[in-house]
């Protein structure tokens, strides 16, 4: 035969197999199998609408079904509309008739298999009959039955029994008076409170939803004092006499209890007697079951799920003081037919064979046994083949027509057990079932069986070949199974192709053919890493899988979330989105943290990769805000409980106060708390009404503030300190002014705020001239020319005075000023500058000339040109508008000034006034202008994790002021040497795309050190960058054999190769760092020199001197003020925030360059001090700008 010496496997069908394992296909004709019917018995209720008896069954032909009730034939009213089955319905209105045990047969040519009968009970509704009941008379101390006698129809066992009184109050039941398991109420004794003319009895139907109840009955407990004695209600009334035990439950000396086995024992014994007699248990010659429970005070003996150990003689004692009664339980437990081990099982076997049938099974009573063959009574034959030998059925040398269903049925008094056998003795050659040319997928790897079903009698031997060859399929791999399938044990691609299954016996042979194809497995090749992110930002999750491309159809990648999958749409409002396998989170918020896990699977396998998104946001407000006072009322103390950083520690806590007097509803800083710190201790203004609040900062900016306190009032006192910024000036001859900056509103401690002036001439008067005032100025008049005096200025309220004043010194009028006002009439200017030109020099300098005004108009002496702008909003946002007038004072003779400070990319509105003593003149008619876009702000906040061997994850936030119109972001990122800390290697990258704030960096050296710097674009340049550290990942290394690496020759040659080329390196790079130099500027973007070097460079100090370094001559004086035209408070008097902007080669280099005069830039005084540019090291934490410039 072709396929001789192949792997063979032989299906051996038992004769005691069991049908579901016989398996036999429909394919094949079989006698019916029953393969579900109603197990009974079935309980119709009233609230049933009706009931449906099931049977059902398979076969080949298809089965025929006919019914039986009560042993006779019926043919059921109604039948369910599946054709195959043979199940009935009975309807409510009719089914008091159809009461009866039902059996169902199923049968075809080939035999006839039949249920167990079906009983169906129709309970009918219960109820009490209507009966007279005569009440009952009984002496005290006597006992009393009260019967109930429920309505407990067949099949409502369901059931609860209670005694009660008209007005439904329950029957106190206790150890004299007490009810059966029936529901009898039972007195051990009467007495003359148990007199009433209500007991009535009522049944509970729980599976109806019925409650009945019983015609109310009497008891009337005559005395048992004799009628001539005293009925006075002082006498103590007499006892009922004593009387020995009895049982009223149960009657005789002995009861036998037979119960099956499983079920809960229950033994009662209720006593009577005078007085109540007690009731003890006892097993006769053992102990009582650890399950024993004693019930109702004691009478009744509950085991539950009872063993046949437990059978046995129970005694119940009942005893009192008269003495005592007992009662034997002969206990015996038994149990309904049950099969030994297992049915008895069908059967297939060749022709002339010996056929055994068993039917093994137990009980107690032993049951009986009875067979039947397709449903009919089946007896023994001494004279034939077939004989019923008890338990057993033997078929001797069987033919065809012993083909049949038989049944065994076992039963006793308390049950039935029936199996039905399906035998088949034939002949038949092998049957393939399985489908010739079925096509199997399997991964690579995993294990594959491929089917080939056979039926046959005699069993049929089966063998496989691949591709014809049968040695292709030998070895530990290749497993035959029983139900001739073959198992391929990990599959490898040189097991796809063609599989032959062939199968014969002594009746012929079948073959087919297996068609096996291995794929290339699912795998997530770039898998989801961990990353943080910022709320409100876009998250990106990349999941990028390999598969077999002929599963391309079936390939999908899907998303769970904590376990629940990720629904994504394409709708607008919808924040996921995948495309390609990565998942876009869009406006990531705190819900959106938790676990990922991407889960990329075809039709046949599936790899699944996870990560973990962090979330980054502003802290929750603090809560449980507390007040606590200190030494003082004005001394308070402020606990906070801090809420979720969200993932960004909490760098600092901003305690706010608003308080109601002066300035409701505005809220203002009152303290700043390091960030881990939940207390802060607060020094208050007296005569205020407070109440505080609390909010968190983080790296990712300030939260919510938390819910204000209670408001907090402050008792009035003293001022705490005395006026500040006194000016003593003289503008009239013979006078002197006296200003000072008032104490604000809430600083002043309490109601009736006044000032006392004190003045003397400096080391001439000793004594004080005082001068109480409420505002904030004083005149001193009939004062000698230009004599310096002493001024001190004190506060008071109404509750005291302040600290003593600190004494401040001055001159009175000027004698210049005196002269001139003799020669001319002093008044402010009356015509304002002509010809306003504005020359905008970089993003935040501007030029501004004008044609003076003339002599005549300027009314006085001549004291300069103020110059006033107002921003009025960013052409970013023209709809915010700003609004801020600021202002800066030109001392002297002028036509020009140099204004800085301006906000780039913003429209501005500019004036030009003139000045005298007097005060400023008209403004000029305004100028409206434009400053260019300038370089973004630094970045807030830059991370980097997810590292990997070779990537790392940028993550950042755009910056706070973009300054123009945001392209994208300038990434420098340096491979730094760990040891020298100096850099290896550098490169840089455009991060197109404003919304970018994320990036994953490849192609990293694996187990280095990197050092990323991140600046935000404009088309006016990048801002100062931000920079952060982070190593890549060192994978697993291999470990050697330390004692073989030391002794090989050759690797010690190889090291002082090395060492000696690394030492020539060195050398190298020393001898190029000291040809290194100076040099001044900035290079433009593209060739910054921080890119290629860390080093530290001086800027600027060979071409530029800075502006500190220049002569500064008495008028180059300038004054920059708010709108107000008030100096700033605590600044000199030019104070100007620069901001170095890197990338714009202009506002980096010295504004000498726009000054007149060959280059000495102080020569109007416009901008005095240094402009200087930032120094590129290797520090990590780089500055952002240049600090104040004062003159």
Not at 583 to 610: F, H, P, W
Not at 772 to 781: D, E, G, N, Y
Not at 864 to 879: A, D, F
């Amino acid at each position: 035969m072709r396929l001789a010496g192949s792997l063979q496997m032989v299906l051996l069908l038992a004769l005691t197999s069991r049908v579901a394992g016989l398996s036999i296909p429909l394919e094949v004709e079989q006698p019916p199998t029953i393969i579900t019917h109603t197990s009974g018995p079935v309980i119709a209720l009233p609230i049933d609408d009706f009931v449906a008896i099931r049977c059902e069954a398979r076969a080949n032909p298809p089965p025929q079904y006919r019914w039986t009730r009560d042993g006779k034939d019926f043919t059921p009213p109604y039948v369910t509309t599946n054709k195959t089955g043979g199940t009935f319905v009975l309807h409510y209105k009719h089914l008091t008739q159809f009461q009866g045990k039902y059996r169902c047969y199923a049968f075809n040519k080939l035999g006839t298999a039949i249920t167990e009968e079906i009983e169906l009970i129709v309970p009918s509704i219960p109820k009490f009959p209507k009966e007279d009941i005569d009440q009952v008379v009984v002496q005290e101390g006597e006992p009393i039955i009260l019967k109930c006698d429920p309505p407990l129809g067949v099949g409502l066992m369901d059931v609860q029994i209670y005694w009660m009184t008209v007005d439904l109050q329950l029957i106190e039941q206790n150890d004299r008076v007490s009810m059966d398991v029936n529901g009898n109420l039972y007195f051990s004794n009467a007495l003359q409170k148990d007199s009433r003319q209500d007991y009535s009895c009522c049944v509970a139907f729980s599976m109806i939803r019925t409650i009945i109840q019983k015609t109310a009955m009497a008891i009337v407990v005559k005395s048992s004092k004799p009628d001539n004695d005293s009925a006075d209600a002082s006498d103590a009334a007499e006892a009922p006499p004593v009387r020995i035990p009895g049982l009223l439950l149960p009657s005789g000396v002995q009861t036998e209890k037979i119960l099956l086995k499983g079920r809960e024992l229950q033994l009662e014994c209720i006593p009577e007697g005078v007085p109540t007699p007690t009731v003890k248990w006892i097993k006769m010659g053992d102990k009582l079951p650890r399950r024993t429970k004693l019930k109702n005070f004691g009478k009744l003996l509950s085991i539950s799920a009872v063993e046949e150990r437990d059978q046995g003689k129970y005694m119940c004692i009942a005893n009192n003081s008269a003495g005592e009664a007992v009662h034997y339980f002969d206990v015996i437990v038994e149990e309904p037919p049950k099969w030994l081990t297992e049915p008895p099982q069908s059967q297939l076997t060749v022709i002339g064979s010996d056929v055994h049938i068993k039917c093994s099974v137990s009980g107690k009573p032993p049951p009986d046994i009875t067979w039947r063959r397709n449903g009919e009574l089946f007896e023994d034959d001494p004279g034939s083949s077939r004989r019923v030998l008890d338990d057993t059925v033997v078929l001797h040398n069987a033919r065809p027509e012993d083909s049949a269903v038989y049944q065994c049925e076992a039963s006793n008094t308390h049950g039935r057990v029936l199996a039905n056998v399906n035998i088949m003795v034939t002949n038949v050659a092998p049957l393939i079932l399985t489908r010739d040319y079925q096509e199997y997928d399997v991964i690579l790897g995993d294990d594959i069986i491929m089917d080939c079903t056979v039926f046959s009698s005699p069993p049929a031997t089966i063998t496989w070949a691949k591709d014809d060859d049968p040695e292709t399929i030998k070895g530990e791999r290749f497993l035959s199974l029983q139900n001739g399938a073959l198992q391929i044990i990990g599959a490898e691609k040189d097991d796809s192709g063609e599989y032959v299954c062939a199968a014969f016996n002594t009746e012929g042979d079948s073959a087919l053919i297996a068609l096996l194809d291995v794929k290339d497995p699912t795998k997530i090749v770039a898998p989801p890493q961990d990353v943080q992110i910022i709320s409100g930002t876009t998250a990106q999750l990349p999941c990028q899988a390999e598969y077999d491309k002929t599963l391309r159809s079936t390939f999908e990648v899907l998303w769970i979330k904590d376990g629940e999958e990720i629904l994504t749409s394409f709708e607008e409002d919808s924040r996921y989105l995948v495309e390609d396998g990565m998942l876009q989170i869009m406006k990531v918020n705190l819900s959106d943290q938790g676990i990922y896990t991407c889960i990329a699977r075809t039709s046949l396998d599936e790899d699944n990769a996870t990560a973990v998104l962090t979330v980054l946001d502003v802290p929750d407000a603090p809560r449980n805000i507390e007040l606590f006072e200190l030494k003082s009322p004005r001394n308070v103390s402020l606990f906070w409980k801090p809420g979720s950083d969200h993932n960004s520690s909490v760098t600092e806590f901003i305690v706010e106060y608003e308080e109601s007097q002066w300035e409701p509803g505005r809220w203002r800083e009152l303290q700043k708390v390091p960030g881990n710190q939940a207390t802060a201790e607060l020094a208050l203004y007296g005569h205020l009404n407070y109440q505080f609040r609390v909010y968190a900062v983080n790296t990712v900016g300030p939260g919510p503030p938390s819910e204000p306190t209670e408001r907090y009032k402050t008792p009035p006192a003293a001022p705490d300190r005395n006026p500040e910024n006194i000016k003593i000036q003289g503008h009239l001859p013979h006078q002197m002014d006296i200003t000072w900056e008032p104490l604000l509103p809430i600083e002043h401690n309490g109601p009736g705020l006044e000032y006392k002036v004190s003045y003397r001439k400096l080391g001439v008067e000793d004594n004080w001239k005082d001068h109480l005032v409420k505002r904030h100025s004083f005149v001193v008049r009939n004062t000698s020319t230009f004599i310096p005096y002493e001024i001190k200025i004190q506060s008071r309220n109404s509750h005291g005075w302040g600290p003593e004043p600190k004494v401040a010194s001055g001159y009175s009028g000027e004698d210049v000023v005196f002269w001139h006002c003799l020669r001319e009439n002093v008044s402010v200017p009356t015509a304002a500058p002509q010809d306003i030109a504005v020359e905008v020099i970089n993003t935040t300098v501007l030029r501004v000339s004008w044609t003076p005004v003339p002599p005549a108009t300027v009314r006085g002496h001549l004291g300069g040109y103020n110059v006033h702008w107002t921003r009025k909003h960013s052409l970013l946002n023209p709809n915010k508008i700003f609004d801020n007038r600021q202002s800066l004072a030109f001392p002297g003779k002028r036509n020009h000034a140099i204004v800085p400070g301006l906000k780039p990319f913003s429209e501005y509105r500019l004036t030009v006034s003139v000045f005298n003593k007097k005060g400023n003149g008209p403004n000029s008619d305004p100028v409206t202008f434009n400053t260019p876009e300038g370089v973004p702000e630094q970045v807030p906040v830059l991370t980097a994790s997810n590292a990997q061997k070779d990537s790392i994850l940028l993550v950042w936030g755009p910056p706070l002021e973009a300054n123009g119109i945001l392209t994208g972001y300038l990434l420098q990122y340096y491979l730094i040497n760990e040891t020298t800390l100096e850099v290896v290697d550098s490169q840089e990258m455009n991060v197109t795309g404003a919304d970018t704030t994320q990036w994953q960096l490849h192609g990293l050296q694996e187990g280095s050190l990197y050092r990323f710097r991140l600046s935000a674009c404009t088309r006016a340049g990048c801002g100062p960058p931000l920079a952060q550290e982070s190593n890549t990942i060192t994978p697993e290394r291999v470990e050697g054999q330390q004692s073989n690496f030391s002794t090989q020759g050759w690797v010690i040659g190889t090291m002082c190769a090395v060492a000696l080329l690394t030492l020539v390196a060195l050398m190298a790079c020393f001898v190029r760092r000291n040809k290194g130099g100076k040099y001044a500027g900035t290079p433009p973007p593209h060739q910054r020199p921080d890119m290629f070097s860390m080093e530290k460079v001086k800027e600027k100090e060979d071409l530029h001197p800075d502006a500190e370094s220049q002569g500064m001559n008495d008028d180059t004086f300038c004054e920059y003020s708010d709108s107000d035209e008030k100096p700033l408070k605590g600044s000199s008097l030019c104070s100007l925030n620069g901001n170095d902007t890197v990338g714009d080669s202009v506002s980096r280099d010295s504004l000498v360059d726009y000054a007149d005069g060959g280059g000495e830039f102080n020569e109007d005084g416009s901008f005095i001090g240094e402009y200087s540019g930032r120094r590129h090291g290797g520090s990590v934490s780089e500055p952002s700008g240049p600090g104040p410039v004062t003159a």
